[in-house]
């Protein structure tokens, strides 16, 4: 294994334990299951948490005198339950059940491996039973397979150190669970699961199944339990009996085992969970107990989950060292967890928070528009996939985009199970314990994300199969809502987008407005002119077929795409005191007194609630909670970017840029995960002596829980992947265009060292190594193709086989 791939957590912490069950997910894609203790079914520091991708269901609640609607994704039945107790002999009474809150906890440590995708549990206890201490040790391993995406393993081995007797052992499933995992929706109904039956069968199988409540999606687990007395003897050993317990929303497994020291107690449980949304799934009860009764036993699925580890971590290798690259590494572990090549197989999109928790109930943003870059040259199969979820909800969209008078597709904020509209009407301020109105509905530039992540995935992939058709077709109507919500306006002669709200969340209405919405977004109309231009680049460059058929098919004419023309070239961005305004009025509002409310409050990054806690509100402040006008910086390399304002007729240089950067720079709390990798990736450009600080914002967001307890809720999987991201193409400046990979390093002294191996237009294992100074490009023998890269003033061409170093121009 290489080293360094391991974070430990000593000691039980009950505060930290929600963090740690977070960062200690273990998934697949398919499924995942928060690091959660299994002796433990209760207790507040205590959260199970298991979710399978798209397994969402909707319910109504009431808040604040309304009824609200809330579609979450479903906390499932718990499959990891096991505790135990000790007793002098088999059929005497036995010692309080032990866990991590037990008093004679002597030792707890925690590892997950990534390297083997395992966590690892060591516990140790005292007990005094009839007056003698006993100490008893716990190891305990986990894995959700990597392989078989329905499968889950728990493994614990029991050491009796200095006495003899028994141990009593409960293993279960456990349908009890709700949506209870943040606090702020405690108000809201979480209960998702209904139908609930338990049976067993067999000698050592349990069985649960339930459905979702509304949207009526059959759940099945079934789980083996295997003991094994004497493990280490070198007999064969013999399994022990269960003796089975049904209650009507849990099952289990009991059994007691003869234990001496020396001869440790090894018990196994085999999970599968399958559901009735699963692809070539009937009946998912009966697919959970076939592919468990077939099952190997733990040591095989562990050998063949670290295979298929071993593989994923070829395809996705990332070279950095030192604490940057463990961060770094495990931020990849849970990118893959959560989209793995078997998402690929799903109707799912990318959500907020991985399958870690259920902050944003799963709901999928534009989050994707940090995730699928990376994605794209390593496994462009997922990236696809995540694109194809976007294109089976275009007719959603559209019907959207129509309820509100505009053509084409409006794609919403939030999107769940159908591709309506999931973001909330209302949300809690958890510092007043008001409801407060949410207004991120108008964040239609999510449709440029999708926009963007088609373009550039087909650009990395070469995928013209999917480019021209499904592609087009998703990137001509977001084109199309664009020209249909840009509203003509003779006095500037200009086109105008009125009543939005851009990535920054802040500012969802002018102060003292009755309408919600603010009026000419900077990002949000740079964006919108873009997906126009390559939607006319589409246009004039799809070949024939398959354009004519979807030019008909979408009824697009000549005529409509003249007005795209115009459109593209005329939309309007606000300028004042010589940057980019984020929106029209932005400099008139008033100053915040930043220092003043940092002196008071300390961490300010959540400053909507401590200024609507205050009766204020963030509107009337030049005030942002994330990057906004400097995301056209992260989309956008230097020379497209002044290409792309050139092409609406502003004159945007390197100092009206700098200068802009500056200015927000000034003006952001970063409420938001994302804002670190946003302003990292842009500093690295424009202001290098001061990025390090935003990207180990970016890298430490979730390790310490830097947005106040958020990571326990789910981790910010828009960040994750967006530092790798950060890496890969912030650093090294790399775009894919024209056949070509053109590299412009911005190299920080802090991270000047690394190694990518990249899959690009079906080649695989390109490499691109970065040192100070230096740079390495090379191509494995077994590809076909040399492939070609140009480097601000060079260009050259690596044939299979070979490699190629070129000299860096010096850093800044
Ligand atoms: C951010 C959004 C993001 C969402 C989900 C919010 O806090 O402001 O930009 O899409 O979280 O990650």
Redesign the pocket.
């Known amino acids: 294994m290489p080293e360094d791939w391991t974070w430990e957590y000593e000691g039980w912490d009950p505060a930290e334990e929600r963090l740690r069950e977070s960062l200690c997910t273990l998934g697949n894609g398919y499924f995942a299951t928060r690091g959660a203790a299994p002796e433990t079914t209760g207790g507040p520091a205590h959260y199970p948490g298991t979710y399978v991708a798209g397994c969402y269901n909707r319910l109504v609640s009431s808040v604040a005198g309304l009824s609200v609607e809330n579609e979450d994704l479903v906390n499932l039945p718990n499959w990891l339950p096991l505790r135990y107790r000790i007793a002098e002999t088999v059929d005497r009474p036995a010692s309080a059940w032990f866990g991590p809150n037990h008093r004679g906890l002597l030792t707890y440590r925690q590892v997950l491996d990534l390297w083997r995708g395992t966590l690892t549990r060591q516990l140790r206890f005292t007990d005094r039973l009839r007056g003698d201490r006993r100490h008893l040790g716990v190891e305990q391993v986990r894995l959700v397979h990597m392989g078989s995406p329905h499968l889950a393993a728990l493994r614990t081995t029991f050491t009796a150190e200095d006495w003899s007797g028994a141990l009593l052992i409960e293993s279960a499933i456990d349908g009890r669970t709700t949506n209870a995992g943040v606090e702020r929706y405690r108000e809201l109904d979480g209960h998702h699961l209904g139908r609930i039956r338990t049976a067993a069968e067999g000698p050592d199988i349990l069985r649960l199944r339930c459905a979702t409540r509304t949207s009526g999606i059959r759940v099945a687990l079934a789980a083996r339990t295997t003991a094994w007395p004497n493990a280490a003897d070198g007999r064969a050993p013999q399994p022990v009996p269960l003796r089975v317990r049904l209650g009507e929303r849990t099952a289990a497994h009991h059994l007691t085992v003869p234990i001496t020291p020396g001869q440790p107690v090894v018990v196994e449980k085999v999970v599968a969970l399958h559901t009735s949304h699963d692809p070539a799934t009937s009946d998912p009860d009966a697919a959970a107990l076939d592919q468990v009764a077939r099952a190997p036993g733990f040591a095989d699925l562990l050998e063949s989950h670290q295979a298929a580890w071993e593989r994923l971590w070829r395809r996705a290798e990332l070279d950095v060292s030192g604490e940057p690259g463990r961060i770094l590494r495990l931020h990849l572990f849970h990118v893959l967890q959560t989209l793995s090549p078997h998402t690929a197989e799903l109707d799912v999109g990318v959500p ?1 928070r991985g399958l870690h928790g259920e902050a ?1 109930r799963g709901h999928v ?3 994707e528009l940090f995730v699928l870059p990376y994605l794209n040259l390593h496994f462009p199969e997922v990236s696809r996939a995540l694109l194809e979820y976007r294109h089976r909800r275009l007719p959603r969209a559209c019907r959207a985009a129509e309820q509100t008078g505009r053509a084409g597709a409006m794609y919403p904020w939030q999107s769940g199970s159908d591709g309506r509209e999931e973001a909330q009407k209302l949300h809690l301020n958890p510092r007043s314990g008001r409801w407060v109105a949410d207004h991120s509905y108008l964040q239609h530039h999510v449709g440029s994300a999708i926009a963007y992540n088609v373009w550039r995935y087909g650009q990395a992939s070469g995928d013209t199969e999917f480019l021209y058709t499904k592609g087009a077709e998703t990137l001509l109507q977001i084109a199309r809502f664009w020209a249909s919500a840009a509203e003509y306006d003779p006095a500037a002669h200009r086109y105008r987008i009125r009543g939005v709200v851009g ?1 920054d ?1 802040y500012h969802d209405a002018y102060p003292g407005a009755p309408e919600p919405g603010v009026d000419d977004n900077a990002y949000t109309n740079v964006t919108a002119a873009w997906v126009l231009g390559r939607a006319l680049e589409l246009a004039e460059t799809m070949p024939e077929p398959p354009r004519q058929e979807l030019f008909e098919r979408l009824g697009l004419a000549d005529e409509e795409l003249a007005g795209w023309e115009d459109i593209s070239r005329r939309v309007r961005v606000p300028f004042h005191a010589g940057v980019i305004s984020q929106f029209e009025g932005y400099g008139d509002l008033a100053e915040l007194d930043w220092d003043g409310y940092r002196e008071q409050y300390g961490d300010i990054r959540r400053l909507d609630r401590i200024l609507e806690a205050e009766g204020d509100t963030t509107n009337r402040y030049q005030a942002s ?2 990057a906004d006008v400097l995301m056209l910086g992260y989309l956008f390399p230097p020379a497209e970017l002044a290409a792309v304002f050139q092409r609406l007729g502003y004159a945007v240089d390197d100092a009206l840029w700098r200068a802009t950067v500056d200015y927000y720079l000034r003006r952001t709390s970063h ?2 995960t ?1 804002s670190g990798v946003v302003h990292g990736w842009v500093l690295a450009r424009a202001r290098h002596s001061d990025a390090w600080k935003y990207c180990q914002e970016a890298l430490t967001g979730d390790v310490a829980d830097l947005q106040g307890g958020t990571t326990a809720e789910g981790i ?1 999987l ?1 960040a994750m992947a967006g530092t790798l991201d950060l890496v890969q193409r912030g650093l090294t400046g790399l775009e894919i265009r024209d056949d070509t990979l053109w590299l412009d390093p911005a190299p920080l002294p802090e991270l000047s060292e690394f190694g990518l191996t990249l899959r690009y237009r079906g080649q695989w294992g390109i490499g691109l190594r970065m040192k100070p100074g230096q740079l390495l490009t090379s191509v494995p023998e077994s590809n076909e193709a040399p492939v070609r890269f140009v480097l601000v003033d060079r260009a050259w061409h690596v044939t299979p086989g070979t490699e190629r170093v070129v000299a860096l121009p010096p850093a800044e």
């Open positions: 907020a944003y943003f534009w989050d990535p969340e909670k994330q409420g938001s994302l910010h828009g």
